[in-house]
């Protein structure tokens, strides 16, 4: 799985592609040229099939969260409780390739820090 190209990219997300592994996002070619017609856009097929995802912020929906997965989400003792088919956002290939890569630098680790802050990129 890989990021699409930064230029696909929610515009405000875009500051961060830092946080992200170099060779885990597609290069902008693939989003084609500008409509000269020479090489189409191959994103929307890419992100349609599962091979790319279109925004550093994605949902996702489980059928099912418990267990020690809903205590790390929540404040309160969650010990019996099940929580279905709910809306959850979440920063694209965290982990392991998102850590692993703030691991390199402090301009990285900075990159993460300030988007995860930022605020929601969903389109």
């Known amino acids: 799985m890989m990021m699409a190209p930064v230029?696909?990219?929610?515009?405000s997300a875009r500051p961060f592609c830092n946080a992200y592994p170099p060779h885990r996002i597609a290069a902008d070619l693939y989003a084609g040229d500008n409509g000269h017609k020479k090489l189409p856009d191959v994103i929307p097929a890419l992100i349609a099939f599962g091979i790319a995802i279109a925004d550093p912020i994605?949902?996702?929906?489980p059928v099912e969260l418990k267990g020690p997965r809903?205590?790390?989400i929540t404040l309160e003792d969650a010990?019996?409780?099940?929580?279905?088919?709910e809306h959850f956002s979440q920063i694209a290939l965290l982990q392991p390739e998102v850590l692993t890569r703030c691991q390199e630098g402090v301009?990285?680790?900075r990159s993460l820090l300030v988007f995860?802050?930022?605020g929601?990129?969903?389109r």
């Open 120 to 122: 929601p990129f969903q």
């Open 58 to 61: 994605t949902i996702d929906v």
């Open 79 to 85: 010990e019996g409780i099940v929580v279905g088919n």
């Open 116 to 118: 995860s802050r930022a």
């Open 7 to 11: 230029c696909n990219w929610h515009e």
């Open 70 to 72: 809903l205590n790390a």
């Open 107 to 109: 301009d990285e680790a």
